[in-house]
């Protein structure tokens, strides 16, 4: 689960990080009644969950209230990568001396949270990381330990030679780790952390990932999702039970098991094509979860061919074959399907779909290509595929 900059930053507030104070908006008034209250120059920015808000323009300065409401009025309602700006954070504008990054990933290679920092702040990491790998300063934190004192010391220092600056960085990565593990996180970042003339170290920026296995036991965490601000798909599949997430091409994934899923989406591409979505049903037979999956897929203008593929553990493929069949009688797929079919009752399965006009496959490799090259040329039969 993603949450908005003006909520990270009042969970870093909460653990003690210096973050400069700052108001939400709504509406462009309501923009220029919290610079009026800030009574100097502000930073007005999109509150939106996407990365290069300042390069599509979704980060002003502005110097007066006037100049916020019409910041403001030009951020609120515009999209960056296809999500509309909802609201806006004003903040005063702070004078920089010099900005960092600190940032804490979960790394599962690793198996351990890392800590990464650097004295290139303010711009993407990764552009960093590819450029100039060695301005980059990581730690492994061992899950027994956590964040040990020497640890953040050392980052610290590797930031900034002035002593004072360096214990203030330690002490806000030692914070950052708190709240990184408080609040379930899988990503905490503070791009920039600066500091001002007066030699004060802040975080003027806070972006965090939460992971959603961790909201069950985190309700005030949990109570800061914001559905209006997420693909509206994904929302929908979650309500349904199912893992999805849209992608860019054309052949609609749907697959019981997440490895599975994987799998099909790497074969689609071997056979030249392009993955719509990750699409887990789950062991679940049941029809309304089908036709749940096979609404979200057709929605997708790009989906020109479906692949169902479906392999029976626990989950028995006649009670799946009934699902498939129930499912597409209640709904008009408009695009050919293509399914394949292994495993606990099988032969079950097959004639049970065949008995309704469905060619079902048990070749995963066949099943893959075929739908491929459905998918290849628009303009097929509507009749599901019958």
């Given at each position: 689960m993603n949450i908005h900059e003006?909520?990270?930053?009042?969970?870093?507030?909460?653990?003690?990080?210096?973050?400069?104070?700052?108001?939400?908006?709504?509406?462009?008034?309501?923009?220029?009644g919290a610079a009026?209250?800030?009574?100097?120059?502000?930073?007005?920015?999109?509150?939106?969950?996407?990365?290069?808000?300042?390069?599509?323009?979704g980060v002003k300065l502005a110097a007066t209230s006037a100049e916020a409401r019409g910041s403001a009025e030009a951020i609120l309602g515009m999209e960056i990568k296809g999500i509309e700006v909802r609201r806006v954070l004003v903040a005063p504008a702070e004078d920089i001396a010099s900005e960092a990054y600190v940032g804490i990933v979960l790394d599962r290679a690793?198996?351990?949270?890392?800590i990464m920092v650097s004295s290139e702040g303010g711009v993407d990491i990764e552009e960093v990381a590819a450029t100039m790998p060695e301005a980059i300063r990581k730690v492994a934190v061992d899950p027994r330990y956590g964040l040990l004192a020497h640890q953040a010391a050392l980052l610290g220092h590797h930031l900034y030679d002035d002593p004072r600056a360096a214990r203030q960085a330690s002490s806000i990565i030692a914070k950052l780790y708190e709240a990184y593990r408080a609040s379930g996180?899988?990503?905490?970042?503070?791009?920039?952390?600066?500091?001002?003339?007066?030699?004060?170290?802040?975080?003027?920026?806070?972006?965090?990932?939460?992971?959603?296995?961790?909201l069950f036991r985190l309700p005030e965490i949990a109570a800061l999702r914001d559905t209006g601000a997420e693909n509206p798909a994904e929302v929908r599949a979650r309500e349904a039970e199912l893992s999805y997430i849209q992608l860019d091409g054309n052949v609609g994934c749907c697959v019981n098991g997440a490895g599975l899923a994987m799998a099909t989406m790497d074969l689609v591409k071997y056979y030249g094509g392009e993955p719509a979505n990750f699409l887990d049903i789950g062991g679940?037979?049941?029809?309304?979860?089908?036709?749940?999956?096979?609404?979200?897929?057709?929605?997708?203008?790009?989906?020109n061919s479906i692949l169902f593929n479906i392999f029976g553990g626990i989950t028995r493929c006649d009670d799946v074959a009934n699902g498939i069949v129930?499912?597409?009688?209640?709904?008009?797929?408009g695009v050919p399907i293509t399914i394949r079919l292994t495993g606990t009752n099988e032969e079950e399965g097959v004639a049970i779909l065949a008995s309704q006009g469905f060619e079902a496959m048990v070749d995963m490799d066949r099943a893959v290509e075929t739908a491929v090259r459905q998918g290849a040329t628009r303009g097929f039969a509507t009749d599901g595929g019958r």
């Open positions: 003006y909520q990270a930053r009042r969970i870093l507030a909460r653990h003690g990080i210096p973050v400069p104070e700052a108001e939400v908006a709504a509406t462009a008034e309501e923009a220029a009026e209250r800030f009574g100097g120059p502000v930073v007005v920015k999109a509150q939106v969950h996407a990365g290069g808000r300042g390069k599509a323009g690793r198996q351990a949270d890392t996180a899988t990503l905490a970042e503070i791009n920039p952390m600066i500091v001002n003339p007066a030699g004060e170290v802040k975080a003027i920026d806070a972006k965090m990932n939460i992971d959603d296995n961790a679940s037979s049941n029809p309304d979860k089908v036709v749940a999956a096979l609404a979200l897929i057709t929605e997708d203008p790009n989906v129930e499912a597409t009688s209640r709904m008009e797929l």
